[in-house]
């Protein structure tokens, strides 16, 4: 175990010169190591971009109207946009697939796909991070580097054009850096978090804050969660945040902290009955916000399986087929309706897709669960 403990710290003190060393000019003094966590910026509606359009971030205003022609699920329009991703069971985007092969299907009832396109676009991410003592209290400490490390290696999968905010938590949501294209921002940002200070998780508090500032901006855009799944200190109860998630409809791509606490867990062989809940609730956490909103969920054991999830998760965003349609069922009545896609050939039979060597290919179909209809205004 103390090997095991060197490795971590070792790989985490590399992560950290490699980004010392990207924000070392222009920077100035570097600012109080021990910081936990950063306040927002009072002028965090500047991007700093000066050269790049800025998005109308919701993570500095307040504003609760949507943008003119916004791609949401909860606008009062006659078109539903669902973005569909189709992946092999590499993680790998599956293109080329016509419009005549989707089928969409809302509360069971067949849809007309009015809008199909493809295409690849720069993403607008929220990189979502547990800042949060709990674990190491109990001896955990490497859940923590681990953490650390798959934050720096996300940040260094984006490309130039794409756009990231970092928000931490713990007792309470953070902005540490609003969206910017510069990485500099970004990785000071991540350097903020060294050592975690309090043991609370107000996860549901934080993922719905998230999707709420996050409904107002424009295009690509995703939740990269990164956290264990539990929740300890919010307000919300798990019902009402999955709701509103649910309203939101922005994305959440879940990376789950727990299973690398269980390995050292089981090492050290104090894995218990309430402990054993505590994984599964926060495993089914991550699965349920990320299924129903149209992302994914992953569980990394080791650092060598963090590139293979990057690499799924802009696969995923980066590249997706667009339908919509205008809903047979006009009703203003708030309610919750189900979306399904579904990949037919002509017969109606599911499509079969196979690769160079005319081998079938599994694929999985990533879309959000659904959609709550306008409401009438009186």
């Avoid at 992560?15 to 990207?22: N, S, T």
């Avoid at 804050?209 to 956290?227: N, P, Q």
Wanted: glycine residues 8%; aromatic residues 10%.
């Amino acid at each position: 175990m103390r090997m095991w403990h060197k490795i971590c710290l070792v790989s985490l003190a590399g992560l950290v010169v490699l980004a010392d060393i990207a924000v070392a000019q222009d920077q100035g003094p570097q600012k109080d190591v021990g910081e936990t966590v950063a306040k927002p910026r009072k002028d965090a509606g500047d991007t700093g971009d000066t050269d790049l359009p800025k998005i109308p971030s919701k993570l500095s205003n307040k504003n609760k109207e949507l943008p003119e022609g916004s791609p949401s699920f909860r606008v009062e329009t006659n078109v539903v946009n669902v973005d569909v991703a189709v992946l092999d069971n590499k993680g790998h985007f599956i293109p080329g697939i016509p419009k005549g092969n989707f089928r969409v299907y809302e509360d069971n009832v067949p849809q007309q796909i009015a809008n199909f396109s493809l295409g690849e676009a720069p993403m607008t991410v929220c990189l979502l991070i547990e800042f949060s003592a709990k674990f190491n209290q109990y001896g955990y400490g490497p859940a923590w580097y681990q953490t650390l490390a798959a934050s720096y290696g996300f940040v260094q999968t984006l490309k130039p054009v794409d756009y990231v905010a970092v928000i931490a938590f713990d007792m309470k949501p953070e902005i540490l850096s609003d969206f910017s294209t510069d990485r500099r921002k970004t990785y000071d940002a991540l350097q903020r978090l060294r050592i975690p200070g309090f043991a609370e998780i107000n996860l549901y508090d934080a993922l719905v804050d998230a999707e709420d500032r996050m409904s107002g901006i424009e295009g690509r855009k995703a939740i990269v969660l990164i956290a264990s799944g539990i929740d300890t200190f919010s307000k919300l109860t798990f019902d009402k945040a999955r709701k509103a998630i649910q309203d939101g409809g922005v994305p959440i791509y879940a990376l789950g902290t727990m299973q690398a606490i269980r390995e050292i867990v089981d090492a050290r062989g104090g894995m218990g009955p309430m402990q054993r809940m505590d994984f599964l609730q926060g495993d089914n956490s991550l699965k349920t916000f990320s299924k129903e909103t149209g992302g994914q969920a992953f569980f990394p054991r080791f650092y060598g399986e963090f590139p293979s999830i990057f690499q799924a998760i802009a696969q995923a965003l980066r590249n997706q087929y667009t339908l919509g349609y205008a809903p047979t069922n006009t009703a203003h009545d708030g309610k919750f309706r189900k979306i399904k896609v579904e990949l037919v050939n002509p017969a109606g039979e599911p499509l079969r897709i196979t690769d160079e060597k005319g081998k079938p290919v599994k694929y999985t179909i990533i879309a959000k669960a659904g959609y709550n209809a306008p409401r009438e205004v009186e």
